[in-house]
């Protein structure tokens, strides 16, 4: 069974960094997308980094270029998002997800409803 599970997650004031981690049981990551997707109450969902498994490309939302990074370790069971210079507006749900490995990042972000796993998703809120 796949299986996707975030971790991470928590309280901190603007201007703070969290680490989220996305570990995938049962695959590995090879020739697959893996992106982070977050969701705010009353918002709709929004891609906010997508990896590629097979080429290391990325894609990053304009709302979190140069404050975040996505990467992948080195056994591909693990994608991280690094999110620096949080935002009270950066407070959401976070979600990862997997897709086949046959799409583009920024179609996986931008367009794609990933198909292949969905993890639970873990809190971010960015509060003083």
């Known amino acids: 069974q796949l299986q996707l599970v975030e971790s991470g997650g928590g309280l901190v004031q603007p201007g703070g960094s969290l680490r989220l981690s996305c570990a995938a049981s049962g695959f590995t990551l090879d020739h697959y997308v893996i992106g982070w997707f977050r969701q705010a109450p009353g918002k709709e969902r929004e891609g906010v980094s997508c990896?590629?498994?097979?080429?290391?490309?990325?894609y990053y939302a304009d709302s979190v270029k140069g404050r975040f990074t996505i990467s992948r370790d080195n056994a591909k069971i693990t994608v991280y998002l690094q999110m620096n210079s949080l935002k009270p507006e950066d407070t959401a749900v976070y979600y990862c997800?997997?897709?086949?490995?046959?799409?583009?990042?920024?179609?996986?972000?931008?367009?794609?409803?990933?198909?292949?796993?969905w993890g639970q998703g873990t809190q971010v809120t960015v509060s003083s």
């Open positions: 990896i590629s498994s097979s080429d290391g490309s990325t």
């Open positions: 997800a997997a897709e086949s490995g046959i799409i583009t990042v920024q179609a996986m972000c931008v367009i794609d409803v990933p198909s292949v796993a």
